[in-house]
């Protein structure tokens, strides 16, 4: 059984890594207002960190209320909301765990311009679920982007797109773990100009970056102040 709390169930550095540019019109927030949903179009995909996902019968956890399992991915229609948990009426009827969701709200233009509520053609949709998929992707959360750039469908002019960044995503996210942790082997070891030159071939991933920055920082300053105490040893003979 998934544990889910009883409370629940009852400088150089910055210039390498400045900010990648906004998505736009993506909203991003945990928590939808009757009032913002109904001028947003939301989706709410499964992301349980081990999956499946499990739907119950009421929203608290009992061996005996499991009523349905959801891969990860799969698109929920949001009903109701009640201390952590969202009641949903597709694919399952049922509640689900909300931590183990993700919802993404996207404010199209024509709705900002007209007040009109909006219509997505499959292509519009799956372009916006790409944007979507990419900034979970950015923000360090892989399993919810891959499991949202799946959602695109043959019809959309974005599928192959999506279908080659989720292989993408994977092998960057392998890489950029990977030269992470040898940034710090190499600060740790004194090799800080190693760690300053991972810099310029590192994944264009903001989570991986961000964590990325301030060892990079480390070592910049580690490199200074061994260069001037080296001036000042010189100048002392």
Not at 133 to 141: F, K, L, R
Not at 213 to 219: E, K, L, M, S
Request: aromatic share 6%.
């Amino acid at each position: 059984m998934k544990h889910i709390p009883r409370s629940v169930g009852v400088g150089v550095g910055a210039a390498a890594f400045s900010a990648i540019a906004g998505i736009g019109l993506l909203i991003w927030h945990h928590h939808t207002s009757q009032t913002t949903a109904a001028m947003m179009v939301c989706q709410t995909i499964a992301t349980d960190p081990n999956p499946p996902l499990n739907v119950r019968s009421s929203p608290i956890v009992a061996s005996d209320n499991v009523i349905g399992k959801l891969k990860n991915g799969t698109l929920l229609t949001v009903i109701d909301e009640n201390q952590g948990w969202l009641r949903i009426s597709t694919p399952a009827t049922g509640w689900v765990y909300k931590q183990y969701t993700v919802t993404s709200c996207i404010l199209p233009t024509e709705a900002q311009a007209s007040g009109a509520t909006p219509t997505l053609t499959a292509n519009d949709e799956g372009s916006r679920t790409l944007t979507a998929a990419t900034e979970h992707y950015q923000n360090g959360n892989l399993t919810a982007a891959i499991g949202m750039a799946k959602m695109v469908t043959p019809s959309s002019s974005a599928y192959q797109a999506a279908q080659t960044a989720i292989g993408q995503w994977q092998r960057d996210w392998q890489r950029a773990e990977s030269q992470f942790y040898s940034a710090q082997r190499a600060l740790r070891d004194g090799r800080w100009q190693d760690t300053v030159s991972l810099v310029k071939d590192f994944p264009d991933n903001r989570f991986w970056k961000t964590k990325l920055t301030p060892i990079v920082r480390q070592a910049i300053q580690a490199q200074a102040q061994k260069s001037s105490s080296s001036v000042e040893t010189r100048s002392k003979h």
